[in-house]
Structure formats: C-alpha cells, structure tokens
C-alpha cells in the first residue's frame, strides 16, 4: 500500500487495487466481484439496473414502420376530414363533439409523433408535427371567438327557444366597451 509523506497509508489505495483486480477479471471472463469485510471469499457484485427508453441497435423492424406509417395516414386522414365536417358546430353538445374530434387529432398527432422519435423516422415526425399544428389550429377556431380573442362572437350555449320555435334573447352581448371596465 502506498504511504503518504506524513508516514500514514492512503486511503484511496485499497479502492484502486480493488477497482483494478475488477479490470483484471473481467477481461477474463468472471463474474465481477468485492471483497468481503470478513476477509472472506468475494461477494457477487450486483449489476445496476438501467432505467429509460431502450434504444435498438439494429433500427426498426417493416412491422413497426408499416404500423408506424398507417398511424400516420390515420391522423392525417382524421385531420383533412376534420375541414369537411358535416354536423353543427356552432354551440352546446354538437360544439363538445366537434371539440372531442379535435382533441383526437392533437391525440393522434402526439402519438404519432411520440412513435416517429422512437423509431428514428424523421418525415414521419414531421408530419405529426404539422399534424399537431393542424389540430391547435381547428380547436382556435372554434375557442378563441368564445373566449372573446377573435373579432367574431360565439357563444359556448345555444339561446332556448321559446314557445313558437324562435330563439328567445336572453342578454344582450356586451360591447367592447362594456368588457373594458
């Protein structure tokens, strides 16, 4: 063991002989060990456990790219369809569903893009990507008029309707001026 100048042993000696007998071993085919505190034979030592994404080494099999790739045709299908909607969206339940389609294509648009980075499949991230632009734009579409961003009104509720079937007006809407105060 190597000593010191003041005449004392040091300290990180042991750990370098017993970190460099591991060196040793392992090139030789055995199982890595440490010393005992007894003295006795050594003990196995555990091998860490490695938490994370495990990255494969020899890239994606045709399987993960062919279902890969169908995901992304269903978003994107999804996605232009969403322009072609043929139910009411202006208020209430049809608005929720139409906000429910939405959020799947920003769903699908994750998903997706989530798969791409996993799978190392750059035009396929990217077009999730624009699939996920596509969807915050639909959803601003119809969120920002009734959060009072956009220059148009809508309202989140449909008026009632009265006894004869037209809409009863239930409170004016407030002007601008009336929302500065």
Known sequence: ???RPSGRPDPMAREVDRLLAQLARAGSGHEPSAPDGNGGPPRPISQPRVFGV???TDGPSRGDLAALWGRVLLGVGLGVL???WPYSRACDLPLLGYLCAVAMVLL???WIAFE???LRNGPAHIVSLILLFWGIVLAGEQLLPRIGYAADQARWRCPALTPSGTPSVAAPARSAAGRAR
């Open 108 to 110: 699908a648009g994750g």
């Open 82 to 84: 969403m322009t072609q």
């Open 116 to 118: 791409s980075w996993r």
């Open 54 to 56: 495990r990255v494969a």
């Open 1 to 3: 063991m190597a000593k």
